[in-house]
């Protein structure tokens, strides 16, 4: 899979690290970064696209072998990208 555009600097927050097995984080920023938004809806999933062009937030959920819900965020400036739990935001 090719990244459609850079992460910045990655991390995680605890929750998040608590939930995930250890081969999971890399498996789903590749996924955000491939443009494989997951499980959001189809405003959110229009609003990455647009955002790919327009250089804002891109935001990707998907659920954790776990059954958990998390989100990779990477803020506008793809500075930095962050796995979380959507409680913790």
Same mark, same amino acid.
């Given at each position: 899979?090719?990244?459609?555009?850079?992460?910045?600097?990655?991390?995680?927050?605890?929750?998040?690290?608590?939930? /995930?097995?250890?081969?999971?984080? $890399?498996?789903?920023?590749?996924?955000?970064? !491939? *443009?494989?938004?997951?499980?959001?809806? +189809?405003?959110?999933?229009?609003?990455?696209?647009?955002? /790919?062009?327009?250089?804002?937030? $891109?935001?990707?959920?998907?659920?954790?072998? !776990? *059954?958990?819900?998390?989100?990779?965020? +990477?803020?506008?400036?793809?500075?930095?990208?962050?796995?979380?739990?959507?409680?913790?935001?």
């Amino acid at each position: 899979m090719m990244a459609l555009f850079p992460l910045g600097k990655t991390v995680a927050t605890t929750g998040a690290l608590e939930v /995930l097995s250890p081969e999971e984080p $890399l498996v789903l920023l590749r996924r955000h970064a !491939s *443009g494989d938004w997951g499980e959001v809806d +189809t405003h959110d999933r229009r609003a990455n696209d647009k955002a /790919l062009k327009d250089g804002t937030r $891109l935001l990707s959920a998907y659920v954790s072998v !776990s *059954g958990e819900r998390i989100w990779i965020i +990477t803020e506008a400036d793809r500075s930095s990208t962050t796995i979380i739990l959507p409680e913790e935001y």
